[in-house]
């Protein structure tokens, strides 16, 4: 970090500490199969999918400023960096029936890896590093948090990499507030390929016929959904009490 004065070394405290607490929050809220429902703050208690520990994901301005601070104040970015697997139970909902032509069946969810990267520039050749990292680790999921934009090239070359891993790129700035406790963001459910199918079959719908949300919609990103998968979206009304909605997600 740049020789900063106090009160500025600070605020880049509070930032960095704000950022780290919502992406522990956003793997926390992110089974893979059936998410669980985006939680208002200090309501629901902590339910572990992934294996984090509840004071790592709450943990306090004083500790992260004591674990992760450099002697002059700034933060050491480096150490931000973390993993966490998904619990044995996780595993288990989220891996298909054995058939005859696929008898030892993958689970669809994995091991996620997160890193606060610390490049002034951002672009195709940090990328490949970070992939290639996140690849030979045997991650499902790579999440890099940046505090410089990808460039162009950068974003693009997102996309060469998806069959073999799940690449998610966020700025530090999104995620100083999680979107998710806001009292206007109403509640999102991922639906299970089982449940997405017997919602189909239900309405007699195909999926094209539902409603899309936007993979690069803020909730979408905060919940890594992938292209075909559906959400359901509970919303509270004053006349109509609760109701819900599908999303496609596109």
């Given amino acids: 970090m740049e020789d900063l004065p106090n009160d ?3 605020k880049e405290v509070v930032r960095l500490w704000r950022a780290w607490r919502t992406v522990h929050e956003m793997v926390a809220d ?32 004083d500790r992260f400023r004591d674990e992760y601070c450099n002697p002059d104040g700034s933060v050491n970015r480096s150490k931000l ?14 891996t298909p029936p054995a058939t005859e032509s696929n008898p ?3 689970p669809d969810c994995g091991p996620v890896w997160v890193e606060f990267l610390t490049d002034k520039q951002f672009g195709v050749g940090q990328i490949r590093q970070f992939a290639k990292y996140t ?7 790579g999440i890099m948090v940046t505090h410089v934009p990808l460039s162009p090239a950068a974003r693009k070359s997102l996309a060469s990499v998806e069959n073999l891993a799940k690449i998610e790129c966020f700025l530090e700035d999104d995620l100083l507030v999680n979107i998710t406790h806001h009292e206007l963001v109403p509640r999102h459910v991922l639906l299970s390929r089982d449940e997405k199918s017997a919602l189909l079959k239900r309405y007699r719908l195909k999926e094209t016929q539902l409603p899309r949300i936007l993979q690069k919609d803020p909730v979408a990103r905060y919940l890594g959904l992938k292209r075909g998968q559906v959400v359901k979206i ?7 009490g609760r109701y819900a909605s599908y999303r496609l997600c596109v």
């Fill in 8 to 10: 500025a070394k600070s």
């Fill in 30 to 61: 992110r089974p893979c199969d059936h998410i669980r429902p985006t939680r208002p703050p200090q309501t629901d208690p902590f339910i572990q999918e992934y294996e984090l520990a509840e004071e790592e994901v709450n943990i306090s301005l």
């Fill in 81 to 94: 960096q973390f993993s966490a697997r998904p619990s044995d139970a996780m595993l288990k909902k989220n």
């Fill in 104 to 106: 030892d069946p993958i």
């Fill in 135 to 141: 690849i030979s680790n045997n991650y499902k999921t």
């Fill in 234 to 240: 509970i919303r509270v009304s004053e006349t109509a």
